[in-house]
């Protein structure tokens, strides 16, 4: 029988361990390094902030709702 992956249970049967199931120096790979590199370099793309546009609209259509629901209340 060809088994490419050998029965976890039969440690005298597994490649890389030692006699008495030890795992010996260099067979485990080493230790990850920190993940602080690991994402785009965002240093092209500074934060600006909001554009002058959108925050007149948004100050517009804000106090267009207030007046509506001023008059509104006035009117009741």
Do not use: C
Request: charged content about 20%; glycine content about 12%.
């Amino acid at each position: 029988m060809d088994e490419k992956y050998p029965d976890p249970d039969e440690p005298g049967h597994t490649p890389g361990l030692e006699p008495g199931g030890q795992v010996p120096p260099g067979e485990t790979p080493p230790g990850e390094d920190s993940t602080a590199g690991a994402g785009p370099d965002e240093r092209h793309n500074p934060a600006t902030g909001w554009a002058k546009a959108p925050v007149i609209i948004l100050a517009v259509l804000v106090l267009l709702f207030l007046v509506y629901f001023l008059a509104w209340a006035v009117e009741l």
